[in-house]
């Protein structure tokens, strides 16, 4: 099977790193170093060579180091079914990110077309728990990982939705108005629901008979007012129009997929996900991710890459090893970090190791 993987990571002013410059041999990359060393700061590095914001939804600002303020590059060299490339991204100081691939201009999602990258951060922990907004993301990245143009379906849709919550918020009442942004949010939202449903029915047929170690859930879009399975444009465009002195009312649009939430259930013990223990939930995770990439492995031509942050430190050791395992069967190039080398034994020579440690603010990587 072709490989998607970093060959080479340059870090330039990126967070605690003044620079870093990593070789790497497509094996798991495996990452250890006390805490606030600038571990999880290379998982960030990584993730921006997808579109996005990266694992922490950061601005480009944020990502610079400090004090200094200079901006930040990031440049890697990718290699992604069996065609290398050349990624450069970047930030001037109160300026946009940048991307470049093989020395010409790139919009974000063209970094979807050639990589697919999924993540799991201990923020994540309290997915099942939390918010409805946290599920939808997850949700939404799932989504984006098997089409990328998800991703203009949802800009599309939130730039009609703000301008038309604007006009709630005025007590604007021209249909004309109303009408024209309807639509708009109409086709994209139509075009969201319809990939969020298809990436469920993905991930549904990935678990089904899959060898592993780890739980599977049963997922299922729920929404409070509409119907999240009508994928129809001419009915969310109904619904929206019949629906606007309840959102003039509120100031803002109450139904659409913007409200849409992802209820997951502990399938062999038909629990749902909120409700299990903080073990059962973290692995229900690590299911998932696991088999969003078993998914993309056979619809991409290439296992994703992984970024798995702090992964290892609720696991017990027999977990561990099945985690490993898992990840080295697939051929995916997972980064994970964690605080000590005994987290990663049962790995041995499967993986490239790095040591990270801080002095005065500033990261450095080692070779153990």
């Not at 805490?35 to 914001?53: D, F, W």
């Not at 799991?120 to 309290?126: E, F, S, T």
């Not at 509120?250 to 939430?261: F, S, Y």
Request: with cysteine.
């Amino acid at each position: 099977m072709a490989s998607l993987k970093v060959t080479a990571l340059t870090l330039s002013h990126f967070r605690s790193h003044h620079r870093g410059q990593l070789a790497l041999n497509g094996r798991p990359v495996a990452i250890y170093g006390p805490n606030g060393a600038g571990k999880t700061n290379i998982l960030e590095a990584v993730s921006l060579l997808s579109p996005g914001r990266g694992l922490r939804s950061a601005s480009a600002d944020e990502m610079a180091r400090q004090p200094e303020a200079l901006g930040w590059k990031i440049t890697a060299d990718l290699q992604s079914l069996n065609q290398g490339h050349e990624i450069e991204t970047w930030a001037e100081p109160g300026g946009a990110r940048q991307i470049r691939i093989d020395g010409k201009p790139a919009p974000q999602r063209a970094l979807g077309r050639i990589a697919r990258i999924l993540w799991l951060v201990p923020a994540m922990d309290r997915l099942w728990i939390e918010g409805a907004d946290g599920r939808r993301r997850f949700l939404d990245r799932m989504t984006l990982s098997f089409d990328p143009g998800h991703a203009d379906a949802v800009l599309a849709y939130e730039k009609a939705m703000r301008e038309r919550n604007r006009l709630l918020k005025d007590q604007v009442a021209d249909p004309m108005w109303y009408g024209a942004l309807e639509a708009q949010m109409a086709v994209a939202g139509a075009e969201i629901i319809s990939n969020r449903k298809v990436t469920l029915e993905r991930i549904a047929a990935a678990q089904d008979g899959a060898a592993t170690a780890f739980p599977a859930a049963d997922l299922a879009i729920l929404g409070p007012d509409l119907d999240p399975q009508t994928d129809s444009a001419a009915a969310l465009q109904d619904a929206l129009a019949e629906n606007r002195r309840k959102d003039m009312a509120a100031g803002r649009t109450l139904i659409g997929p913007h409200r849409a939430d992802l209820g997951a259930f502990y399938s062999a013990k038909g629990v749902e996900a909120r409700l299990c223990s903080t073990g059962e939930q973290k692995a229900l995770l690590i299911s998932l991710i696991l088999t969003n990439a078993r998914a993309l492995s056979e619809d991409f031509g290439a296992p994703p890459i992984l970024l798995l942050d702090e992964v290892a430190a609720h696991l017990d050791a027999d977990r561990r090893a099945a985690l490993y395992d898992e990840i080295c069967t697939l051929g995916a190039q997972a980064w994970m970090t964690g605080t000590g080398s005994e987290l990663f034994a049962s790995l041995d020579d499967r993986a490239q190791y790095l040591v990270v440690d801080e002095s005065d603010g500033t990261s450095r990587i080692q070779t153990p």
